[in-house]
């Protein structure tokens, strides 16, 4: 396993999973500048790597990430490095795993990646109106696709945090752990993920974030060439291969 402790962001590898692990516990993995560069890092490494397919993301326990450092902001610090995290995300796919709470730019680092896993004693919400503030890190973007423009409009003007089985009912997460499990479930659903052939999994992505507001016509007509691609590969060859031999793929990203 290789480690990275240089920065307040961590990366391990677990085969063709890249862990990726904010690690200020002792400011509960609140977002200053340094976290924002390492994010950046980070992501540059799964995508770069064509030995890895997928990341998850999580913060050193208690917590997932308390949101934005505030004693950092007020001196000054360059955020613009976790602005670039929000906005942009991964190509390749990212889980959060959530222990503890996903609060304000916690919860949009979350939303940035997508798919999350929280445990069940978990929080997550976007406080900002209880602060003078608005969660401009994406919430008030991403959160209506996801839940509906009612529960985004409550959950932005209320500052109300929900429950990891309450954010599972309204689609904000996809599993639910146990205490203490969120990890361990975000890896093997990672695992699951990496499984399967690259470029594929890559393009899946691709085709459900940019198709978000298109016209049916439009969708297809941005879907078209990214399949061409796919299906031009030699993965996609031996996928169908694989199965008529009834032996495991084996990928090569190409």
Not at 183 to 192: G, M, N, T
Not at 195 to 210: F, H
């Amino acid at each position: 396993m290789e480690s990275d402790t240089r920065t307040p962001v961590r990366t391990e590898r677990r085969g063709r999973v890249l862990l990726i692990v904010i690690d200020r516990p002792e400011a509960r993995n609140a977002i200053n500048g340094a976290v924002g560069e390492g994010l950046v890092r980070a992501v540059a490494l799964l995508d770069d790597d064509d030995e890895l397919t997928v990341g998850v993301l999580t913060g050193a326990p208690p917590v997932f990430c308390a949101g934005m450092d505030l004693k950092a902001f007020a001196r000054g610090e360059d955020m613009s490095a976790s602005g670039a995290f929000v906005r942009d995300g991964a190509r390749k796919p990212l889980i959060a795993a959530v222990e503890g709470a996903a609060l304000a730019g916690g919860l949009e680092l979350a939303l940035a990646c997508d798919l999350i896993v929280a445990a069940a004693d978990a929080r997550l919400g976007i406080p900002e109106v209880t602060r003078g503030l608005l969660a401009g890190g994406g919430a008030l973007l991403r959160l209506p696709a996801l839940v509906g423009a009612a529960r985004a409009m409550e959950l932005a003007l209320t500052g109300d945090p929900v429950t990891a089985a309450r954010a599972h009912e309204i689609g904000l997460v996809a599993r639910v752990a146990e205490p203490g499990c969120a990890v361990s479930e975000a890896l093997r659903l990672a695992e699951r993920v990496a499984a399967n052939a690259p470029l594929g999994v890559t393009a899946s992505k691709q085709v459900v974030r940019g198709v978000a507001g298109l016209t049916d016509r439009e969708a297809w007509e941005f879907q078209a060439p990214i399949m061409e691609s796919v299906f031009a590969s030699a993965d996609a060859q031996e996928g169908p291969r694989a199965f008529a031999e009834k032996r495991t793929p084996r990928w090569s990203g190409r």
